[in-house]
């Protein structure tokens, strides 16, 4: 006989909850968040807010880097907290409108991917003021806040629901490697 330890029932329980939240997040396309992940493995990229100039520095080398990522065999798709008008306008910018993005305003993927709100560290801390100056220097503009300014972001790959690598910020100014999490195994 296998005894379920509490802690086993707990991921579970975890997992079924993700599996629903991603069930009832719609792209702009309509599909669900999980029924993207079970067409292909994604790269779920959570943005802060499109005001943000780490955002526009992500989106930016998204776009760089979509040809390698896609190589991979990975989707792309956005979370954000803003309205569906202004996420479209901050896409076109950097020709990322075609690829699924999901408005998520009560930040509720945010949390059911544990992606937390940030301290004053986190968000405004000495690491964060140094990058936001090569930020700026690229170009990267602080702009209007929609949605809370204090969410941290994230980077996923999910495959059929199932997150198979995460990048969790440790402030707003962190810098993953997304071809690097685009080449990890899935399985």
């Known amino acids: 006989m296998t005894t379920v330890t509490d802690d086993q029932r707990n991921r579970s329980d975890a997992a079924q909850d993700l599996s629903e939240f991603m069930r009832e997040a719609k792209a702009q396309t309509g ?7 079970e067409s292909q493995p994604r790269m779920v990229v959570f943005l802060r807010h499109t005001g943000c100039p780490f955002c526009h520095e992500t989106a930016a080398e998204v776009a760089a880097r979509r040809e390698r990522i896609e190589a991979r065999g990975v989707g792309i798709v956005f979370v954000h907290q803003s309205t569906e008008s ?6 076109e910018k950097y020709g990322l409108e075609d690829l699924p993005r999901i408005s998520d305003p009560e930040r509720n993927l945010y949390r059911a991917f544990n992606l937390k709100r940030g301290n004053i560290w986190q ?23 929609a949605g809370d300014p ?14 198979v690598s995460a990048f969790r910020h440790g402030t707003q100014a962190d810098r993953p490697d997304y071809e690097d999490l685009a080449s990890c195994p899935i399985n």
Request: charged residues 20%; hydrophobic residues 50%.
């Open 31 to 37: 599909e669900s968040l999980l029924s993207l992940t």
């Open 86 to 91: 202004e996420a479209r306008t901050f896409f």
């Open 123 to 145: 968000i405004g801390g000495p690491k964060v003021w140094w990058r936001s100056m090569a930020a700026l220097f690229k170009g990267h503009r602080v702009g209007r806040v």
């Open 150 to 163: 204090f969410q941290m972001p994230g980077v996923f790959i999910v495959d059929h629901g199932r997150i």
